[in-house]
């Protein structure tokens, strides 16, 4: 298969698609570097990153988007993932559909999380016609409200993530939204 067809959209300089079975040891390897990992409560190990993918591809099947497999055009390489999933924990804004992304260290600070963060919100609020994306993540993290904003999100306000009550340092989450025109 040629890897130009795989993509089910594509920005200036990545791809998006479904996930592969030759992701998934990359993806753990992003899922167990302490940097990106940051402002989780934990790294994630390698079950709970195969049945990850496994759960962006039946989303992706079911609904046509998921948080999307990216590669950097130039070289086909599978960077981390941007893309959009379902919410459903216990919240006044849940169930939902956010957005995020997760890619590998070596391509931060490219904009690359931006420019793939802009094409799925577009995907998904004009072809998909979602009405309505949120934003999530804890408020240390100071880098993903900056790729909000720089998207165009408005910030709605602060909550305590009910997933992460028993840890100070994350609990406190920012909540941003972008909504259809």
Known sequence: MDINNSYLFRSERLGFRNWNESDVPIMIEINQDKRVMEFFPNLIHEIDTISFIQRMQ???LEKKFCYFAVDLLSTHEFIGFIGLSEQNFESDFTPCVDIGWRLS?????KAYATEGAKKCLAYCLDDLNIPKIYAIAPKINTKSEHVMKKIGMKKLGEFEHPKL????R???CILYEKIQE
Not at 105 to 109: F, H, L, P, S, T
């Open 165 to 168: 009550l028993n840890n100070e």
């Open 58 to 60: 039946t989303q992706f």
């Open 105 to 109: 260290i070596k391509y931060w600070n």
């Open 170 to 172: 994350l609990k406190c």
